[in-house]
């Protein structure tokens, strides 16, 4: 639980946008899961039961996805170059 915390608490203090992009991931990914299942069903709750079960699999599947991929981009990044080069001298 802790991690999931960490990933939550941590996105405005270096401007990650990634659990805003989930959730719209999930309301589209649920609208069109909704309408293929209901359109090739008929049926309004097998197409809901289908559209709540996969999305919302896909959707915690697709928050790390992107947590794993911002964590790959900063460690690929070079480290920032000191001002003072040499700490020792005054």
Known sequence: MSALKLFIH??????D????KTITFALTHFTVAFTVAFLLTGDILIGSLIAM???AINTVAYFFHEKFWARRERQARPAPMSRDRNPCSA
Request: proline content about 8%.
């Open 10 to 15: 941590d996105h405005q203090n270096n401007g």
């Open 17 to 20: 946008n990634s659990l805003l």
């Open 53 to 55: 079960v996969e999305p």
